[in-house]
């Protein structure tokens, strides 16, 4: 069993739509979540960050965490085409895995004009 | 701050060649990471240095590579004997030991012929 499951894709949405992207983890021991935005071919951009549980909210973008069940979200508002991309959750346990991240599979996001 | 740099971006190799990409860092940034990427799938941890020390490294991490950071700033990572398995986006990231957020460059592309 992987570490970090998250949801397959890919994902089409229209422009304008609520985007709801998901992964669940098995490490209880992670304590740092974080969001990146990857398009084609380019490196992965950090979009959220947070190490609590509960909501964080940045512009149209909301990550929500929930420690006890092993879940977490990101929540786009008003999609855009320019949202188009791969969304990657990842993790980090830094007292014994030295802030490597753990990456989820990556769900592929198409938002239609 | 210009960002994580690397080069080559792209890197066609015959196997059984050695390759050797560079990395470097947002400035003042003491922590270097390296992950590879293959198609479809989240970036995997390969090893990450602090300052000049190599702290940790995956056993994804074969005895055909090797990663260095001589004097802390810049980091190259070399594969010895390339295999078509090796073909993979590289990653190389920064971050600062007070924030577990790490900053990722545009990768290396690497196909092994």
């Known amino acids: 069993q992987k570490e970090v499951e998250q949801d397959p894709g890919p994902l089409s949405v229209p422009e304008g739509a609520i985007v709801s992207l998901n992964c669940t983890y098995s490490?209880?021991?992670?304590?740092?979540f974080m969001w990146y935005r990857q398009y084609s071919r380019k490196g992965p951009e950090l979009l959220m960050y947070?190490?609590?549980?509960g909501n964080k909210e940045d512009g149209r973008f909301t990550a929500q965490v929930d420690k006890s069940s092993k879940y977490i979200s990101l929540f786009i508002r008003d999609s855009q085409p320019s949202d188009s991309a791969t969304y990657l959750c990842a993790m980090s346990d830094p007292e014994t895995s030295g802030s490597r991240l753990t990456f989820g599979e990556g769900t592929q996001l198409t938002v239609n004009p | 701050d210009t960002g994580v740099s690397q080069n080559p971006r792209h890197k066609i190799t015959k196997r059984g060649q050695n390759v050797t990409f560079r990395c470097d860092p947002i400035?003042?940034?003491?922590?270097l990471y390296w992950y590879r990427q293959t198609l479809g799938q989240g970036p995997e941890f390969l090893t990450y240095?602090?300052?000049?020390?190599?702290?940790?490294k995956s056993r994804l991490l074969s005895d055909r590579f090797s990663a260095e950071r001589p004097k802390g700033s810049f980091s190259t990572l070399e594969i010895q004997r390339t295999e078509q398995g090796d073909s993979a986006m590289y990653l190389c990231a920064s971050s600062i030991p007070s924030r577990e957020t790490q900053y990722f460059g545009p990768g290396t592309r690497l196909l092994v012929l």
């Open positions: 240095f602090q300052n000049e020390a190599q702290l940790e």
């Open positions: 490490n209880s021991a992670f304590q740092y």
């Open positions: 400035s003042e940034h003491n922590r």
């Open positions: 947070t190490y609590s549980s």
